[in-house]
């Protein structure tokens, strides 16, 4: 008999998979940091 | 504070409190108790998740970095989407398909009891030791502040964590979390909105800007290398990865919100939330800082912030020459920048220089002052290492805010308290039971039983939270040191997990071994480096790999090839 917490993954709700959401994420902080730096150096 | 601070202050903590509980009924079976039966969401686990990293100290202390120290700290978060990304593609399918209560039952699965019990006591003594911490850092700043007794404070707010945590296990925890982070987004956007509008009509928002910037408040990114600096781009992208995979992976208080979500792609997304929204909520917070720096260009602020040191020093012979001088540049300061304005608006480089210079000058005076009169505390109460941080928002706060919105920022630091008290008390009842007393004590109760035994571990740490806040003011610099405990330990949990993780061959002695190892260079570079402490992480981390693999070569083990699946193919 099956268990009935069995544990299921799912894809994720966006991007179609979850290595594309780790891409995006990774991206994300690479433009937050370009942000920040450009940022600091406009108003430093 | 004005009446109607108090009814904000106590209408924002009852319906926290109320709606926590009522959301957690029938918490009657351990699995529910302790993992909410994983039936959360992804958002309230994302929000519980923020909630108990964020205790008040962010709040408190990470506004005053920024009025003295400018937005580097920021930069102390790079690392965390990296961390996340990890931990999603690794030990989050791993920790639910192994279907356990703590991160360290997985040990024992993997490895052995001995792994299992040294992790776990290496966690309880973490933990414990900065659960009466969190509760001591704000009653201390709030005592000082509004004159609340420091024990009443730490009862009220112990007492109220202790009670919706032992009714209602981790969903009033979780509940709790998402209420307290509404409360504090909306009371930060408020007082952010609020200082803008205080700041004198000539000065518009680009001009604050502009001079933030010009005194290097707003200085975000440093990109030079050095080891001792604790807040650099670097340190902050590898230590901080290291730092965050430790402490969202392998610390109870973070691993148990998770591994009540209703599946692994949940799980995976409230990490995944965290880790997009978390630099910009600390960015928000430190510009808030440096706005309050702002104000305090055309507002005279006390020279110290702290008021019963100022008190103290204010009797010394030596304290009027540094208050006079601390009065001029003060004037300078505030000259200077009406100045800087002027010539910025006329787009007169030449003039822009000489005055940004002058302007700079100036607060190089104010700082001078403020080192004075900060010597003075230390020579006269023989406090060492004086510093009034932590008290520069909440002094804001209390002299600045309309009435309403005092009691509001009140709210957010009890939220924040409880919300990171809540998860720590929690998470060490959780561990306590599940690998210590129903592993070693008591192996064949019924469901009941350890339910009682869980509310009993909740109440027990609870009170020991306490009444370790309560001898808070005896530890006197732990509390700056709040951050540097987590990091004497995390490293080598780390590196016990990614031996679990990552290196197969690996046996329970050799992980054990390697523990104990990676605890020793830690203390070793605490007592005899200057190393910043953002890099112990990656040191424990290390030497725990290292020398299990040599104890593995020397000696093969044992190995058990227990739910260590292919990490890749779990990030499709």
């Avoid at chain 2, 929000?47 to 506004?63: K, P, R």
């Avoid at chain 2, 360290?104 to 001995?114: A, G, V």
């Avoid at chain 2, 650099?232 to 148990?256: A, E, N, P």
């Avoid at chain 2, 009941?448 to 869980?454: C, E, G, N, V």
Wanted: glycine share 6%; proline share 3%; charged share 15%.
């Amino acid at each position: 008999m099956a268990d009935p917490r069995e544990v299921h993954d799912e894809p994720p709700p966006f991007l179609g998979t979850w290595r594309r959401v780790y891409w995006a994420v990774v991206i994300y902080l690479a433009v937050i940091i370009a942000a920040c730096y450009g940022f600091t150096r406009a108003l430093e | 504070m004005t009446t109607l601070d108090w009814v904000v202050l106590f209408a924002t903590l009852t319906v926290i409190v109320g709606y926590g509980l009522y959301r957690s009924r029938g918490s009657d079976t351990v699995d529910r108790f302790l993992l909410a039966g994983k039936t959360m969401p992804w958002y309230a686990m994302a929000l519980s998740i923020m909630a108990t990293q964020a205790s008040a100290v962010t709040f408190i202390s990470t506004t005053g970095q920024a009025y003295v120290d400018g937005m580097r700290f920021v930069q102390f978060y790079f690392g965390l989407p990296i961390a996340m990304v990890i931990l999603c593609a690794t030990v989050v399918p791993v920790f639910h398909r192994a279907k356990v209560f703590t991160a360290y039952e997985y040990l024992e699965q993997r490895f052995d009891t001995k792994t299992r019990a040294l992790a776990s006591i290496i966690f309880l003594c973490q933990r414990g030791l900065s659960a009466g911490l969190t509760l001591y850092a704000p009653a201390i700043v709030l005592s000082v502040i509004l004159g609340w007794p420091e024990r009443a404070t730490i009862f009220l707010m112990g007492v109220t964590v202790i009670t919706y945590t032992t009714l209602g296990g981790v969903k009033a925890v979780t509940w709790s979390d998402v209420q307290q982070m509404c409360i504090i987004f909306i009371g930060l956007i408020i007082a952010l909105v609020t200082l803008i509008h205080l700041l004198p009509a000539s000065i518009s928002f680009p001009d604050a800007l502009y001079l933030a910037g010009a005194a290097g408040r707003l200085n975000a990114v440093t990109t030079n290398f050095n080891w001792d600096d604790q807040f650099t781009l670097w340190s902050g992208l590898i230590g901080g990865t290291f730092l965050f995979l430790s402490y969202f992976g392998c610390d109870q208080s973070q691993v148990q919100r998770y591994l009540t979500g209703k599946s692994i792609a949940q799980s995976r997304l409230s990490l995944i939330f965290n880790a997009v929204a978390k630099i910009p909520m600390q960015f928000f917070i430190l510009f808030i800082g440096a706005m309050v720096f702002i104000f305090h260009l055309f507002v005279t602020p006390p020279i110290l912030y702290e008021k019963a040191a100022l008190d103290r020093i204010e009797t010394v012979a030596a304290y009027q020459p540094v208050a006079d001088s601390y009065a001029r540049a003060f004037e300078q300061r505030r000259k200077a920048a009406l100045s800087l304005i002027d010539a910025h608006h006329a787009h007169d480089a030449a003039t822009e220089r000489t005055e940004v210079e002058a302007y700079r000058q100036a607060q190089r005076g104010i700082e001078d002052a403020r080192r004075q009169a900060s010597r003075l505390v230390e020579t006269t109460t023989g406090e060492q290492k004086f510093s009034d941080t932590n008290y520069i928002f909440l002094s804001f706060v209390t002299k600045y805010l309309p009435a309403g919105l005092v009691g509001l920022i009140i709210a957010v630091i009890f939220a924040a308290t409880m919300s990171a008290s809540a998860g720590e008390i929690n998470s060490l009842a959780t561990v306590t039971m599940v690998d210590l007393y129903r592993r070693y004590f008591h192996r064949l109760g019924s469901d009941h039983h350890y339910l009682m035994a869980s509310r009993w571990a909740t109440i027990f740490w609870g009170a020991y939270a306490v009444i370790f806040a309560g001898w808070g003011r005896k530890l006197g610099s732990l509390i700056v040191a709040v951050n540097v405990v987590g990091s004497l330990f995390y490293g080598s949990l780390l590196g016990v997990f990614a031996l679990a993780f990552f290196f197969r061959r690996v046996g329970g002695t050799a992980a054990f071994f390697g523990m104990l190892a990676g605890e020793a260079a830690i203390f070793w570079a605490f007592f005899f480096t200057k190393i910043s402490f953002l890099w112990y992480n990656v040191l424990g981390c290390a030497v725990v790999i290292a020398t299990a693999l040599v104890i593995t070569r020397i000696q093969p083990g044992e190995r058990r090839d227990v739910s260590t699946p292919n990490m890749l193919s779990e990030s499709q």
